[in-house]
């Protein structure tokens, strides 16, 4: 081993908590919904499972979390985590994770279930964007509104631009599915799998009056609540610094949940928020190869 591979070694934690988080897989990358940064091909996908099961032993991200507060994490533990709910969990994601007989963790957005509405301003805008001619139409003079809506830090400006591309939704057709419903989570192996929290609405929470933030995790967890697989764990939406705010941590707190964000990073202490690292398309092996990057 050369030297330098060496120390970077010594710098990891012996014992630590890593989770990733994916989104999207399936054999076609389809552009009105799949994402190109939130997507894999399954087959890919496939492969990076097999590492980890030869590798390590996976675990729900709940047991994860309790072996982390009772400070009895042992040597190296992954869980993998899914945001979103997104429908390729039920038709790619569940079926290979029954396959291997890996668990995992979905954080779910409740207001998307029932199809009613048909999602925010990322799925929606991208739907139409890639679709005929008439919503091509319709979405286009809404891209400048778009444009801005993931970084602005102005409240009044995300909610005003949000809502515009999110009216767009009913340009879409009334039989396209962009995410599972309350009948698959049910269904889901209790053995297996549980469910977090990912806010009623995925929206980005530093954008919204503390009003909004409670009421919505409250929504969220009351249509979560009926099902034994749930477990109070919130996966803060985008889950980047820019996306929460102190009144989201401190409402989350209230509420008893566990916090759980995206920024890259891995778990040795219980720190408040749990870390992941986001993994969609990306060589697992090669987030395990560059630990030290993540240990920050
Ligand atoms: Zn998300």
Known sequence: MLVKNYIKKLLLPRNKLIVLTMHQSSDQFDPQRNGKWIWSDTGFFEEQLKFLKSKFKLIRLSEGIEQIKKGKLKGTQVSISFDDGDISIEDFLVPLLKKHKIPATFFINTAYLNGDLRGYWYNIYNYLLHGNEK?????????PFYDVLRNTSNMEQYNEYRLKVEQCGEWIEKNVRFYVDFSFLKKLDPNLFEIGLHGHEHQRFSMMSGEWQKNNLLQNINHLKQF?????????????PMDWNEETIKIAR???LDIVLSNGGINRNFDQVIKRIPADGIEVPRIFDNLYYYAK
Do not use: D, H, N
């Not at 919503?135 to 809404?142: F, H, K, L, N």
């Not at 034994?228 to 939406?237: C, D, K, N, S, T």
């Open 254 to 256: 209230k509420l008893k």
């Open 135 to 143: 919503q091509q139409q319709v979405v286009q003079s809404m891209t």
């Open 228 to 240: 034994e697989q749930f477990r109070p764990i919130f996966a803060i939406p985008f889950g980047k």
